[in-house]
């Protein structure tokens, strides 16, 4: 994939920096492209201008380095699936990392904490082979878990059997 956005960056035409009507210097690498390739590549920017222009903020270099990393991420083209499903990934972050589902205090420490945890389970779920359709089961689990835990009536039932437990000893 860094291939694939490496060389629109190295010959400039994700830069906005040439145009059709750029010569280039003798000795340049870019000289000796292909002219009808260079008007087809320009073509194929303009159908997606939509990615870059306006008040995005963003170049068409960074547009299409963009768009590589997140197609890469659901090993698909679709936009459609782009990001299905990161935000179990979020939410579950922001709660093992001390954020009540309630809502409250949020920390930023805690919740990169939460996303090495996330990511440990997902690295360890797939080496010992469980599918990737299997790894969201398991996260809806944790999810489950904290919620439970961070309950109101889960804490005070667990305070009972402590307090239980300690008069019986």
């Known amino acids: 994939m860094s291939l694939i956005a490496r060389v629109p960056h190295a010959s400039d035409t994700l830069s906005g920096k040439i145009t059709l ?7 340049d690498h870019r000289a ?5 390739n260079m008007l087809d590549n320009f073509e194929k920017a303009e159908t997606i201008g939509f990615l ?3 008040d995005t903020g963003r170049t068409i270099g960074q547009a299409a380095i963009a768009g590589i990393l997140i197609s890469s991420n ?13 935000e179990l990934d979020a939410i579950l972050a922001v709660t093992l990392g001390g954020t009540l589902l309630l809502g409250g205090r949020f920390s ?6 939460g996303a090495l945890i996330i990511q440990t389970l997902t690295y360890t779920t797939y080496s010992i082979g469980v599918p990737p ?14 919620s439970v835990i961070q ?3 889960a804490r005070s039932l667990a305070m009972s059997l402590f307090r239980q437990r300690g008069v019986a000893r």
Not at 21 to 27: H, I, K, N, R
Not at 32 to 36: D, F, I, V
Not at 133 to 146: G, N, R, Y
């Open 21 to 27: 009507d750029t010569v280039f210097p003798p000795g």
């Open 32 to 36: 000796h492209r292909n002219r009808e």
């Open 52 to 54: 870059w222009a306006g």
């Open 74 to 86: 659901v090993r698909s083209a679709d936009g459609n699936n782009a990001g299905l499903l990161l």
């Open 108 to 113: 930023l420490a805690g919740t990169v904490l």
């Open 133 to 146: 359709e299997a790894t969201l089961v398991v996260k809806a689990a944790v999810v489950l878990a904290v």
């Open 151 to 153: 309950s109101p009536s």
